[in-house]
Nanobody
Framework: QVQLVESGGGLVQPGGSLRLSCAAS????????IHWYRQAPGKEREWVAT????????DYADSVTGRSTISRDNAKNTAYLQMNSLKSEDTAVYYC?????????WGQGTQVTVSS
């Protein structure tokens, strides 16, 4: 089955950290660039970070630059988003997205709530 499954979300206090995972199956993971997006309540989905197929290049939205690290392990068909110094405005559902050739695939999302 072709799918992406996110995990690792939860409730964390401001200043805390989380590592989100995106497990892929059913396609050649190493052929796909991986992107993380997030959607806060009442807001549009926004791009967070990107990692290329080999992991050789990454890019981040200004809102998370310096606080987040995107990575991948092609041997495990998994991508990650490490988030540090979390703020209340990071509260959102986080989605993993894979793109290869003309294909695009979304995961179901994982909730991140930053609150004291």
């Amino acid at each position: 089955q072709v799918q992406l499954v996110e995990s690792g979300g939860g409730l964390v206090q401001p200043g805390g950290s989380l590592r989100l995972s995106c497990a892929a199956s059913g396609f050649t993971f190493s052929n796909a660039a991986i992107h993380w997006y997030r959607q806060a309540p009442g807001k549009e989905r926004e791009w967070v970070a990107t990692i290329t197929r080999t992991g050789g290049s990454t890019d981040y939205a200004d809102s998370v630059t310096g606080r987040s690290t995107i990575s991948r392990d092609n041997a495990k068909n998994t991508a990650y988003l490490q988030m540090n110094s979390l703020k209340s405005e990071d509260t959102a559902v986080y989605y993993c997205n894979a793109r290869w050739s003309l294909e695009t695939l979304w995961g179901q999302g994982t909730q991140v709530t930053v609150s004291s």
